[in-house]
């Protein structure tokens, strides 16, 4: 088993409540005595995880949930109010914009500056500082004050110093969410052979696609807590269906408060058999008041509502079968499977008989497991060449 590299040890980070009255002496109290800070706003709580050599690690959740946060005290930015970090061997840190760098000297001036504080200097950094500038590709902008820099050219200069330290573990945070195409893609290029000749990363991205292609492990920090650790694909999936059912929960109550009349007819049953990875059944009964036989309406949807597929009994010439004189039961089975991996709801609705008002609906959430970077909803059979 590879060296650990990095071991997060229950770190905890509460920072003191601004303009609260005393606060500021209080906190001159515990950084003179080595008081840990108990009260105020708690941005990290008991975090808990190792990296080792060689691993490719990420770090997901909103903003807020305190990844940045944890970044910075990895890099020894920040202390934490408890807990320890321990590191082994070198890091390189590209966290806010411009950290690091003074303003008013040049790009060039900046380079040799933070290439030697990190032990790289003299004749080994000029036999590396044409290959640095080539990296960062800013032209004439070299030799301009960074004040003058947009924030994407920050991130082209920061990077290329990374990329001739090769640190053993190296943190970025949103670096890919800055710059052009262009550059971002060269970034993604210069990281997998960097992980590919052993380097370690960890990275925060709100890009499932990048957490899912550059990293094999995950952190899901919510609220300042570890709320799942695991495969990057398994993490990325349940972040997403988080998600997208946080933001679709009360658009999905107005479409049902608008569009159903209830009473009539309904959904009293429904069950769905997902063991299956390339199908579903769905079996269920619907109740009538008239003793009319009801339609049925079984839809798809991802978390967010989008829909994926949808049919009803009518357009399937067929109607469920009579149990009783006011239950109708109803089964259909979807094979030869094509969703992509990730978290789905299936929707099943009364209508009238005549296949024309919705009555009711029930919903049951499901998840398709499995390991893919395509985008989409569905796996559209193909061949290359």
Not at 54 to 74: D, M, Q, R, W
Request: aromatic share 8%; charged share 20%.
């Amino acid at each position: 088993m590879s060296e650990v590299l990095l071991t997060i040890n229950h770190v905890s980070k509460t920072f003191p409540k601004i303009g609260r009255h005393g606060a500021g002496l209080g906190a001159l109290f515990r950084v003179a005595f080595a008081r840990p800070q108990t009260e105020g706003f708690a941005a990290l709580k008991d975090i808990d995880f190792q990296v080792r050599r060689g691993e490719s690690f990420s770090l997901v959740g909103e903003n807020g949930a305190g990844k940045s946060t944890l970044l910075k005290i990895i890099a020894g930015v920040l202390q934490p109010s408890r807990g320890s970090v321990s590191r082994v061997g070198t890091v390189g840190a590209l966290l806010e914009l411009g950290a690091g760098f003074h303003p008013e000297y040049s790009g060039r001036e900046n380079l040799k500056l933070a290439a030697a504080l990190q032990g790289l200097a003299g004749a080994a950094f000029d036999a590396k500082l044409d290959e640095i500038i080539a990296f960062a590709d800013i032209g004439e902008h070299v030799d301009a004050p960074i004040k003058t820099y947009s924030s994407g050219m920050i991130v082209r200069l920061g990077f290329a110093l990374v990329t001739a330290l090769k640190p053993d573990l190296l943190i970025t945070d949103e670096v890919l969410a800055v710059g052009d195409e262009s550059f971002q893609n060269k970034c993604i290029t210069w990281m997998e052979r960097y992980l590919a000749d052993g380097g370690t990363l960890l990275l925060v991205s709100h890009s499932l696609y990048h957490v899912k292609k550059l990293t094999e492990r995950a952190v899901w920090l919510d609220h300042g807590r570890t709320r799942m650790v695991g495969s990057s694909n398994d993490v990325a999936i349940a972040y997403q269906a988080f998600h997208e059912a946080k933001q679709t929960g009360a658009k999905q109550a107005l479409i049902a408060k608008d569009s159903t009349v209830f009473g009539q007819y309904a959904v009293s049953d429904l069950h769905i058999d997902h063991s299956d990875q390339n199908g579903m059944s769905v079996r269920g009964v619907l109740t009538s008041r008239d003793g009319r036989c009801p339609h049925v309406g079984v839809g798809i949807v991802r978390m967010d509502g989008t829909p994926v597929y949808g049919t009803t009994s009518e357009i399937g010439q067929t109607a469920p079968r009579q149990i009783d004189s006011n239950s109708f039961e109803f089964a259909l089975t979807f094979t030869d499977w094509r969703l992509l991996p990730g978290a789905y709801m299936l929707r099943a609705h009364a209508l009238d008989p005549e296949g024309m008002r919705l009555y009711d609906t029930v919903e049951r959430n499901f998840t398709v497991s499995g390991v893919s970077r395509e985008l989409g909803l569905v796996r559209v059979p193909h061949r290359w060449g």
